[in-house]
């Protein structure tokens, strides 16, 4: 079945330093993959989504790239914000699949200090 | 951006009583889903709903449970007995396609005593 595997579950760094949160996943199909960041006693909030391989969505500084090569869409910042404290989530979604249900993965939690 | 409401924020109950979760939905999306988050833990799915009736459930949505949305109001889930381990948060989701993004609502928090 499909798995998103993200290895940190906190990531504690100083702001202004550049950030980046693992994901790897595994599909039987060509999934789109998100990410969401949740902060506390909030909804999740969609962040980003992957396109076509190699083109890289953007937003708030965020950018991830999805490579089907090595099954990842890594989380990258160049310069963390204390605002950037939350917990995110990467997910992907089968397209192949009836359904589409997002398959989360642990989360990490990044902790931004000045 | 589009905004999904559940009501109650929070509920607590006693073991073996009914309780009903809402959501309302992004008005014109199609697709709806329910999550459950247990404290600390990832969030995992159990159920979407299209067109009026439940497309995949996950093992965790047990006999107990079930789902509607009756003449396009409210989306509910309703845990019927409820049992300890049904404590945890509920996240509602929509999306307008399968396979779009989803957009969550705040949780609902859920206590069974």
């Known amino acids: 079945g499909d798995s998103v595997t993200q290895t940190e579950g906190l990531v504690t760094l100083t702001e202004g330093l550049p950030v980046m949160l693992n994901c790897t996943y595994q599909s039987t199909y060509s999934p789109f993959l998100f990410w969401y960041v949740q902060h506390l006693n909030e909804a999740p909030k969609l962040l980003l989504k992957s396109f076509t391989d190699n083109k890289r969505p953007e937003h708030q500084g965020f950018h991830a790239t999805l490579h089907k090569s090595s099954s990842s869409f890594h989380l990258q910042k160049s310069s963390a914000q204390l605002s950037d404290s939350a917990l995110y989530y990467c997910?992907?979604?089968?397209?192949?699949?009836?359904?589409?249900?997002?398959?989360f993965g642990k989360g990490t939690k990044l902790s931004v200090k000045s | 951006g589009p905004k999904v409401l559940q009501i109650p924020s929070h509920q607590i109950i006693d073991m073996g009583q009914m309780v009903t979760l809402n959501c309302d939905p992004v008005?014109?999306?199609?697709?709806f889903y329910w999550y459950k988050q247990i404290l600390g833990q990832q969030m995992e799915f159990l159920v979407n709903f299209y067109n009026g009736k439940v497309m995949e459930k996950s093992k965790l949505f047990k006999d107990q449970f079930s789902v509607e949305r009756p003449d396009g109001s409210y989306f509910t889930l309703k845990i019927q007995p409820t049992a300890l381990e049904d404590s945890a948060v509920y996240f509602c989701?929509?999306?307008?396609?399968?396979?779009?993004?989803?957009?969550f609502g705040p949780g609902t928090r859920l206590t069974v005593l």
């Open positions: 989701a929509s999306s307008l396609d399968r396979g779009r993004e989803q957009y």
């Open positions: 997910a992907l979604s089968d397209r192949g699949g009836s359904n589409a249900k997002l398959t």
């Open positions: 008005s014109n999306h199609l697709y």
